[in-house]
């Protein structure tokens, strides 16, 4: 079962723009995460956010959380050519499971 | 350095052939996890283990089995491979069964004909 909804499903911007992806869930989480992943590599993990925090930092990445409405934004500002990637939330439901959405495809043109 | 090691990293293979992929993880993490990729479809979790001995059905199991006797080895069998299973595979683990990050593997390219 999918659980993160992220949108849009592609975004092309120019370098030194900001970029925000959004992700929607339909049940209770313990935390949710972003992922990262460049052409047919391996995802790796940028940010996490629980479920009791509504904004977290790290670097250019902010990423938010309204358990209200089950959603969430990773915003990456000022982007760089380098940040071309998908981009992948994730819910962690407390039975162990993490789910994945469909991910955002990140353009970013120099 | 820590890091999830998967083998083989790309293979082409014909319905019916018995094939394992494997996976090794050296950060002595309880949890492990097989997820498949496929073109608008995400990531699906295959199936998923808290602890050695114990395995759990993710959202796609059919066609597949896995065990867990070392706590740092989570194979992937496919017993009699079908086209449809033709896809990205990725291994990962972490800590425990609820907590932080998922480490990944690089993935496994598997093609069957």
């Known amino acids: 079962s999918q659980q993160g909804e992220e949108d849009p499903q592609a975004l092309s911007i120019q370098e030194g723009e900001n970029a925000t992806m959004n992700c929607s869930y339909k049940?209770?989480?313990?935390?949710l995460q972003w992922y990262r992943q460049n052409s047919g590599r391996g995802l790796v993990h940028l940010i996490l956010i629980r479920s009791n925090e509504r904004e977290k930092h790290s670097g250019r990445l902010r990423v938010t959380l309204d358990t209200s409405k089950k959603s969430s934004s990773l915003l990456i500002t000022a982007s760089r050519a380098a940040d071309t990637a998908s981009y992948f939330c994730a819910t962690d439901e407390n039975t162990g499971k993490l789910i994945f959405g469909q991910g955002t495809t990140l353009q970013v043109k120099p | 350095e820590a890091q999830v090691t998967q083998n083989p990293r790309y293979l082409i293979t014909v319905t019916g052939k018995k094939l394992t992929v494997t996976c090794s993880q050296n950060?002595?993490?309880?949890?492990m996890s097989w997820y498949r990729q496929d073109p608008g479809l995400g990531l699906r979790q295959i199936y998923y283990s808290m602890n050695v001995e114990v395995t759990d059905k993710g959202d796609v199991p059919e066609g597949y089995k896995v065990s867990r006797k070392e706590k740092r080895n989570f194979p992937l069998i496919l017993e009699s491979p079908s086209p449809n299973q033709t896809s990205l595979y990725f291994c990962?683990?972490?800590?425990?069964?609820?907590?932080?990050?998922?480490?990944f593997g690089e993935g496994s390219r598997l093609t069957v004909l």
């Open positions: 049940t209770s989480i313990n935390n």
């Open positions: 990962a683990s972490r800590g425990g069964p609820l907590t932080g990050e998922l480490f």
């Open positions: 950060m002595n993490h309880e949890y």
